[in-house]
């Protein structure tokens, strides 16, 4: 099975099954099924062995799944084994919080480059980065290029600014404009909008206490194993 063939829902329940192995590391466990893993993150023991049957056989029926193995196999398949480099575009306020947020360098992510348009931000030292003019992004790009782009820019430029970021081989974005952009087939494209998942959520408030869970999302799943 290709890459391709493997639904986008079940890569992103990878990084969630990722983060609990890796607690269950550092409780020093050494083995655990997938009904406790299905417990622990409201996921059917059906739903994960079906997940896991797309990149090999982990575990034995009656046994469980050697948690070592599982989460380096799984960091492995994520990409998560190397480092990927990042460009920041937009450093105030949400680009600030961005650049000091300390959870992405442990999982390999390191922001190397940050870039603004306000003449009060350019040159400002930020940690080990200096940030750039944005007029300068396709510049610095060639000169040292980044995977994966990050904006946090007003959203009437977003587009203009991943146009140039994809232009220059960034191959993924992370976007945090509060506006629907476009990428071109082959770059993956993240939104990340906070008003729209609290748009969501007062549905349900609304209709008087109905509850959604924050439930891993579901495929029909039967399969047997660990």
């Known amino acids: 099975m290709t890459a391709a063939e493997i639904p ?11 983060r609990a192995l890796a607690l269950l590391e550092l409780e020093h466990r050494d083995v655990v099924s997938s009904q406790e893993l299905g417990r622990e993150l409201s996921v059917t023991p059906a739903q994960i062995r079906k997940d896991l049957s797309y990149f090999g056989r982990f575990g034995k029926q009656g046994r469980g799944y050697n948690v070592q193995h599982l989460l380096d196999t799984l960091r ?5 084994d190397r480092s990927w480099k990042m460009a920041l575009i937009g450093a105030g306020r949400l680009g600030q919080a961005i650049l000091s947020y300390g ?12 870039f603004d348009s306000n003449p009060a931000l350019i040159g400002r030292r930020e940690g080990e980065i200096v940030i750039e003019d ?5 510049a610095s790009l060639q000169r040292d290029p980044v995977d994966i782009g990050i904006v946090a820019v ?3 430029i977003a587009q203009t600014v991943i146009d140039v ?4 081989g960034v191959r993924a974005v992370l976007n945090y404009a509060p506006i629907a952009v476009r990428v071109p087939t082959g770059v993956q494209l993240r939104q990340i909008d906070p008003v729209l998942s609290l748009q969501s959520m007062t549905y349900f408030l609304k209709q008087g206490g109905l509850t959604q869970s924050g439930d891993l999302p579901q495929l029909e799943a039967e399969a047997s194993g660990a």
Not at 103 to 114: C, I, L, S, W, Y
């Open 103 to 114: 959870g992405f360098g442990p999982q390999g992510f390191h922001v190397v480059k940050a």
């Open 134 to 138: 944005v007029q300068d992004l396709g």
């Open 76 to 80: 492995t398949i994520l990409g998560l």
């Open 165 to 168: 970021l994809v232009a220059n």
């Open 8 to 18: 986008e829902v079940v890569i992103n329940r990878l990084p969630v099954y990722v």
């Open 154 to 156: 007003p959203g009437h």
